[in-house]
Structures are given as structure tokens and as C-alpha cells.
Nanobody
Framework: QVQLVESGGGLVQAGGSLRLSCAAS??????MGWYRQVPGKQRELVAT???????NYADSMEGRFTISADNAENTVYLQMNSLKPEDTAVYFC????????WGKGTLVTVSA
């Protein structure tokens, strides 16, 4: 019943911007976040936001990425600016409610 559906991924040139969206349904979450994964590498934290609005960012992304949420619409966003080729990854939306629930991911490709 719980669904997390990401959108907004695509191809962008280095230095460009994208905004990812994640629509959640089926439950309410205490926190939500974005993670990313490159083939052969461990899934890593991008950013999280709690139900109180507090945010947490990975060091390499703070200042370039911004997480936000529209609680009324159960939607979380990730604004990504100054994108680099090394940001290329599948970006996953996640929600915490006693356990982590995951979306299917959306691919972000940053060209040089």
C-alpha cells in the first residue's frame, strides 16, 4: 500500500539544475530522504528532512542541493544545482516509519 514515486530525473549538462519530486502515499512518514546509488557502489545519503522540518545533508552536497517538503501534498523535493558528472546516479526517495520504505528510483545523468 505504501508508495513512493520519484520523478524529475533526466539528462543535464554539468553546471545545470534539476528538481526531483517524490510523491508519497499509503502512510505518513516521520522523515523522508533522498539517497543515490551508482552501479558497483554503496547507496549513499543525499539529504533527509524530518516531520519537524529539520534537514541533514551529505557534506559533498550541502550548498548545492536543497531538500524540501510539501506536507499537505505528501511530496518531498530535491533541488539540485551546480550539477557535476559525478552526481550521475539513480536517485531514490525514502520514507521512515519504523523502517525505511523505498521508491524505485529515477536516473540523473550529468554530462561533461
Amino acid at each position: 500500500q505504501v508508495q513512493l514515486v520519484e520523478s524529475g530525473g533526466g539528462l543535464v549538462q554539468a553546471g545545470g539544475s534539476l528538481r526531483l519530486s517524490c510523491a508519497a502515499s499509503g502512510t505518513s512518514f516521520n522523515a523522508m530522504g533522498w539517497y543515490r546509488q551508482v552501479p558497483g557502489k554503496q547507496r549513499e545519503l543525499v539529504a533527509t528532512i524530518s516531520s519537524t522540518g529539520s534537514t541533514n545533508y551529505a557534506d559533498s552536497m550541502e550548498g548545492r542541493f536543497t531538500i524540501s517538503a510539501d506536507n499537505a501534498e505528501n511530496t518531498v523535493y530535491l533541488q539540485m544545482n551546480s550539477l557535476k558528472p559525478e552526481d550521475t546516479a539513480v536517485y531514490f526517495c525514502a520514507g521512515w516509519r519504523g523502517m525505511w520504505y523505498w521508491g524505485k528510483g529515477t536516473l540523473v545523468t550529468v554530462s561533461a
